[in-house]
């Protein structure tokens, strides 16, 4: 019985090309930064006029994330945020678009983090990290968050990118003061 179980998954590796899920686990990189948030925002698309079909500025392109040419390897994103000189209870609103090819782009969440108390670099300065994220998914699956109940631990929020090549981050409200706002993924 043995050997014909082992028979039967080798056959069925050979059927299928011997693909396996692959799963790439980079390091986190910027996705969206803001500086002299207590200034401007960035503008919501859905406010836009002319809400057109093609290329938004400072989209990230997932089909290179991963090198020129190969593919669109990301399967899923998180998300995490850190701002320089904000305070405990400072909130952001960040909006996450995703496109398709030759598409519009589409609204998958807005994001309201709030500042918390852990350091980004572990000195004493306001570099803060958001502790929780409030989400209004608007997307066709469902977003996730882990460690978000205000624990002054590093929130962060996963997003399956289902049907998405391209993504954009907007931060399109702030309370608080802080000056720089930077968002960080990886994908998988």
């Known amino acids: 019985m043995r050997k014909w179980t082992i028979a039967i998954i080798v056959l069925a ?3 299928c090309g011997g693909s396996v899920l692959e799963t790439s686990i980079p390091a986190y ?4 930064t803001l500086v002299d948030a207590s200034n401007a925002v960035d503008s919501d698309l859905a406010a836009a006029t002319g809400f057109g079909i093609g290329a938004v500025t400072g989209e990230i392109d997932l089909a290179t994330v991963a090198g020129v040419g190969k593919g669109v390897s990301a399967n899923s994103i998180v998300l995490t945020l ?4 904000a305070a405990d209870g400072d909130t952001l609103t960040q909006k996450i678009y995703g496109r398709s090819e030759n598409g519009p782009p589409q609204l998958i969440a807005s994001i309201v983090w709030t500042i918390g108390t852990a350091r980004a670099d572990g000195s004493t300065a306001t570099l803060l990290w958001a502790d929780t994220a409030a989400v209004t998914d608007t997307h066709l699956t469902t977003i996730a968050t882990a460690d978000g109940a205000g624990s002054n631990r590093v929130v962060s929020v996963w997003v399956d ?3 998405y090549r391209f993504l ?3 931060i399109t409200a702030q309370t608080g003061d802080p000056t720089t706002i930077t968002v960080f993924y990886r994908y998988f």
């Not at 990189?29 to 969206?32: G, I, S, V």
């Not at 850190?82 to 000189?85: F, L, R, S």
């Open 82 to 85: 850190h701002a320089a000189t």
């Open 13 to 15: 590796l050979m059927v």
């Open 168 to 170: 954009t981050s907007l």
């Open 161 to 163: 990118l289902t049907g």
């Open 29 to 32: 990189r910027t996705f969206d």
